[in-house]
């Protein structure tokens, strides 16, 4: 989807971070994208080089942490692991399935200088 | 560029006035100087941790899989890793989503309606599955009851707002610009342009898109996904995001069923298997067949809106 406002977004959380806590250069920025959050990671890939020019993270590597998609089987009664969010239940072979993680898109941390 | 919707400055419109996005944010100018932000952000949790976890070196680059119909995907490769020395570097948390920005606005949208007992939904689709026709009649049989306040959405052009507005009720057009999707700050605009009235069902069509909208959250009490059966009954696969971000689905244009090859029940089927929560309501916009069904469905949730008014 539109992953150059997630970059915008990106860029505005590092920005304030590096006011409150005083930084000015950013190595690394570490992200936590879930397999069944809607990023494409090569295309935030592409848009966070081009987004993040000039500000403190600008050449900023960029560290994307996936975090597996699961949910819950209404039939089995239990929390099964699911890569899409149409994917059935690998036990029972349901649809009947709740996707409960796996759609964070979160700055997690950041490699400071 | 507006740093929630990435749409250029300037390009965002509300009813043909420019909306100035930045002037609610603050930045570092280019001279050094500082501006702070007047939303402080709640709930960031940041320390700085001692570095020295490990990280797979695995090559920059594409990571664009080829199937073995020659289908091209994106989405299979790992998601990426790099190779940075990390042993002396120095770390800081952060733990915040990338949509904080978007989603501390429709907060404040949700409670604003929730103090006036308004209704919101916000009606997405791909173009073309007839999502002002069926606003349009649904105001018609709305209005004799209880006031209807229409936000429309649209890259360019006033054209839906007008044919809204031929039906009486207030309507207020966003045009995005480039932007591809409506986001909670722009609609926190149009609802102090609209101020629509309390105990009331406010309709916001989204930029025809069944992408975007899906993760833009924007105050409302629910996101109706409308399908229409000249579209592929396979739409709720191939754009899972919308269908599982929906709570209603409106099947719509059904009075063409005879004339079309559209297997109605594989297409609610697949929209489940995405969404097993998902309420389906069969309409047609054109002779309204359904509609009892679907105004039934806002009834029930306008009760529960004016219900809990906290105002």
Partial sequence: ?113 | MCNVCGCGTGETRIDGEAVDHEQEHEHVLADGTVHRHSHGPAGQKWAPVAAGHAHSHGPEGEHVHEDMDGSLHYGHGPAGAHAPGMSQAQMVKIEQNILAKNDGFAERNRSWLAERGILALNLVSSPGSGKTTLLVRTIEALKRRVPVAVVEGDQQTSFDAERIRATGAPALQINTGKGCHLDAHMVGRALEKLAPSDNSVLLIENVGNLVCPAAFDLGEAAKVVVLSVTEGEDKPLKYPDMFAAASLMLVNKIDLLPYLNFPVDKAIEYALRVNPKLQVIQVSATTGAGFHEWLGWIDARLAEAVAARTR
Avoid: N
């Fill in chain 1, 1 to 113: 989807m539109h992953e150059m406002s997630l970059a915008e977004g990106i860029r505005q959380i590092v920005e304030d971070a590096g006011r409150s806590q005083g930084f000015g250069k950013v190595k690394i920025v570490v992200l936590e994208i879930g397999e069944l959050s809607s990023v494409e990671p090569e295309s935030l890939r592409f848009c966070f080089d081009v987004v993040m020019k000039d500000s403190i993270a600008d050449g900023a590597q960029l560290q994307i942490d996936p975090v597996p998609g699961s949910g819950w089987c209404m039939q089995c009664a239990e929390t099964v692991p699911i890569s899409a969010l149409y994917d059935p239940c690998p036990k029972c072979g349901s649809y009947q399935v709740q996707a409960t993680s796996g759609t964070e898109m979160r700055v997690k941390e950041l490699e400071i200088e």
